[in-house]
C-alpha cells in the first residue's frame, strides 16, 4: 500500500478522499455561485432604480432568496475545500498549507459578512413595507445602504480571495503532490480578480470585464484533483 492510500492516522481519510472532497466542493460553487449571481439575485436588483428594487422584493422576493441561498451554499462549500486542500497538500508544505487554509477562511468570513447585509437589505424591504413607521424614501435609502455593504464586502472579500489564489499558486509550485504547472492557472486566476475588484476603485473607466476568463483558472485544480482523486479510490 502507498502512502497516498493510507488513511491519515489523525483523520481517517487518505489522499484520494481528501481529493474528491476538496473537488466536489470546487464544482458545487462552481454552479452555485454563478447561478446565484447572475440569474437569481438580479432579478431583483434592478440596477440604478431603488425604488424598482425595493418594489420586486416585496412583491415577489423568491429569486433573491434562493440567490443568498445558493451563496450560502458557497460559502460552506469553500469551509470544506480549505479543510480538504490543507490536509491533501500539507505533506511537506504544512506552514504555507495553514496559511492558505487561513486566508480561504478569512475570505469566507467576509463573504458571510456580505451575505448578511443581503438578507438585512431584503428584510427591510420585507418587513417595513407596511409599516407606518417610515416613509418610502426611507426604506429606499435603508435597503440601498444595506445593499451597498454587501456590494463593497463581497469586493473586499474577492479581492483577499485573489490573494488567497496567489498564495495557494505558491504552494502548488512548491508542492510534490501536484503538478507544477497548476500554479500558472492559479496565480492568473488570483491576479485577475485582484486586478477586477481594485480597478473598480482605481481605474473605474477601463473595462476589465474580460478577466473573468482568466478568473476561471481554479476550474483547472478543480479537475486535476477530481481526477486524481477518482484515481486512487479505483
Not at 39 to 49: A, C, E, H, V
Not at 74 to 100: E, P
Not at 143 to 153: D, E, I, Q, T
Request: glycine letters at 8%; one cysteine or more.
Amino acid at each position: 500500500m502507498d502512502d497516498d492510500s493510507k488513511p491519515n492516522s489523525d483523520v481517517g481519510l487518505t489522499q484520494g478522499n481528501f481529493a474528491l472532497i476538496a473537488g466536489f466542493g470546487l464544482l458545487v460553487m462552481v454552479f452555485a455561485a454563478p447561478i446565484a449571481n447572475f440569474y437569481f439575485m438580479p432579478q431583483n436588483l434592478i440596477k440604478g432604480d431603488m425604488a424598482a428594487t425595493v418594489n420586486s422584493l416585496q412583491s415577489n422576493g423568491a429569486p433573491f432568496l434562493i440567490g443568498t441561498c445558493l451563496l450560502f451554499v458557497t460559502y460552506v462549500m469553500d469551509i470544506i475545500v480549505a479543510w480538504a486542500l490543507f490536509w491533501y497538500l500539507r505533506k511537506d508544505q504544512k506552514a504555507l498549507s495553514q496559511l492558505v487554509a487561513w486566508s480561504r477562511l478569512v475570505y469566507t468570513a467576509l463573504a458571510f459578512v456580505g451575505l448578511g447585509s443581503s438578507i438585512m437589505a431584503y428584510d427591510l424591504a420585507v418587513s417595513l413595507s407596511t409599516s407606518n413607521s417610515f416613509s418610502e424614501s426611507e426604506i429606499h435609502a435603508m435597503v440601498f445602504h444595506h445593499l451597498s455593504s454587501a456590494k463593497s464586502m463581497e469586493s473586499m472579500a474577492l479581492t483577499l480571495f485573489g490573494v488567497h489564489l496567489g498564495i495557494l499558486s505558491i504552494l502548488l509550485w512548491r508542492s510534490k503532490v501536484v503538478p507544477n504547472w497548476l500554479s500558472l492557472p492559479v496565480g492568473l486566476a488570483g491576479g485577475s480578480y485582484i486586478a477586477m475588484y481594485l480597478g473598480k476603485y482605481f481605474a473605474p473607466d477601463v473595462d476589465l470585464g474580460w478577466l473573468i476568463l482568466l478568473a476561471l483558472g481554479e476550474l483547472a485544480l478543480m479537475v486535476w484533483l477530481l481526477a486524481c482523486g477518482w484515481r486512487e479510490q479505483n
